[in-house]
């Protein structure tokens, strides 16, 4: 089970860190990854982390946005500057290795 926190409201420019811990289970940052959908429009991949423990941004977000891992804590994090009004969506974490969803999570990016 995947347990997402961290969302809320910030101003253009702010910034946000979103968490997903796993709950039960082992961790594992391999195959993992977090997607957004906004209204109207499908869910997409905002990064993942490969195999070769590469990690993989948007490139709407790149440069922007980063993932990060505590393994004692079992907890990915997804830290984000310089938010844009573009990147208000529902944020869903994503487990690969065993297809769990989180449950998602808002984020409002508004003055």
């Known amino acids: 089970r995947l347990v997402e926190s961290g969302g809320g409201l910030v101003q253009p420019g702010g910034s946000l860190r979103l968490a997903c811990e796993v709950s039960g289970g082992t961790f594992s940052i391999y195959y993992m990854a977090w997607y957004r959908q906004a209204p109207g429009k499908q869910r997409e991949l905002v990064a993942e982390?490969?195999?070769?423990?590469?990690?993989n941004y948007a490139d709407s977000v790149k440069g922007r946005v980063t993932i990060l891992a505590d393994d004692a804590k079992k907890t990915m994090y997804l830290q984000m500057n310089n938010l844009k009004p573009e990147d208000t969506a529902v944020y869903y974490c994503?487990?690969?290795?065993?297809?769990?969803w989180g449950q998602g999570i808002q984020v409002t990016v508004s003055s």
């Open positions: 982390v490969t195999t070769r423990a590469m990690q």
């Open positions: 994503h487990d690969g290795r065993t297809g769990s």
